[in-house]
């Protein structure tokens, strides 16, 4: 009988059951050891890629092998949504530094008249700001500060700020919209994790959209970025209807409904916490 020779578990294959630990009794051969070095690289690679094309093309799939344990062979969903957003927000600020490099326009407008009137006073100085709203001597001077900046540099450090804080923002969003959604697949029950794996799924798959998009405009000649970013928006219908249809294996009809309303839903959720993430940005 052949044991493991971490453990020292009798071995019934070519892992050990206990520890995971692979059974090679020989003595590695120098080719041997850097084939097993080049295999974690392209073991993890092809995993990626796997993971990545499925994403795209099967939409709903992905969380669905989740959660029927189907595990191994793809990433799970929250480390590919990590993997996914920060390589997308990266390549949002690569671009945003070559277009600034190109043209010299700021991202946001800056109206130097009247920054904010919540107090509804008269104002003939840039930044002076009038508030007396509860929070008054906590928000009054963060605000003041917000504007000043915003001017000198034209709202650059302030739409820096909120890009930075989406993310943040997609953390309250995706549970938010999920938990919404237990109300729309009532029957059977699911549990809420079903819904937000889901989320996580689709929203990794918007990402890395926008990623290839962020990226092909850079190759492609300015006038199809219009055509291509248009050509996006079928894409992205087509591929959250389709989830909800092979995930909660429902009738195309009825996924359809469910999309039209859920839409809704997320378009109000979406809104509200960007304006929350505008809001912590300027304080
Ligand atoms: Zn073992």
Aim: aromatic share 10%; proline share 7%; hydrophobic share 45%.
């Amino acid at each position: 009988m052949t044991q493991c020779q971490n453990c020292s578990t009798p071995l019934s294959g070519p892992y050990c059951a206990q520890c995971g630990q692979k059974h090679n009794p020989k003595i590695p051969s120098v080719l041997g050891f850097l084939g097993e070095f080049t295999e974690a690289f392209t073991h993890a690679d092809s995993r990626l890629w796997r993971t990545l094309g499925l994403l795209l093309v099967r939409p709903g799939e992905l969380p669905k092998h989740y959660f029927a344990g189907q595990r191994a062979q793809f990433l799970p969903p929250l480390r590919l949504y990590l993997l996914v957003t920060i390589g997308f927000f990266l390549l949002l600020s690569i671009d945003a530094r070559i277009s600034d490099s190109e043209v010299d326009t700021p991202l946001i407008e800056v109206k130097t008249e009247q920054p904010s009137d919540e107090g509804g006073a008269e104002q003939t100085q840039p930044c002076d700001v009038q508030y007396s709203g509860p929070a008054q001597d906590y928000l009054l001077p963060k605000i003041k500060r917000a504007c000043e900046q915003a001017l000198n540099d034209n709202g650059a450090s302030l739409s820096q700020r909120f890009v930075a804080n989406v993310p943040k923002g997609m953390f309250v969003l995706m549970p938010l919209f999920a938990a919404t959604m237990m109300l729309w697949y009532w029957r059977p029950r699911r549990y809420f994790m079903e819904h937000l794996i889901l989320q996580v799924s689709n929203h990794s798959a918007m990402f890395l959209v926008g990623s290839i998009v962020v990226s092909l405009e850079w190759i492609l000649p300015a006038g199809l970025h219009g055509p291509l970013e248009l050509a996006v928006l079928p894409y992205g219908l087509f591929y959250c209807v389709t989830s909800l249809r092979v995930y909660y294996e429902q009738s195309r009809v009825l996924s359809w409904s469910k999309f039209g309303s859920l839409m809704i839903v997320y378009g109000l959720l979406l809104i509200l916490v960007l304006v929350t993430t505008g809001i912590a940005s300027i304080i």
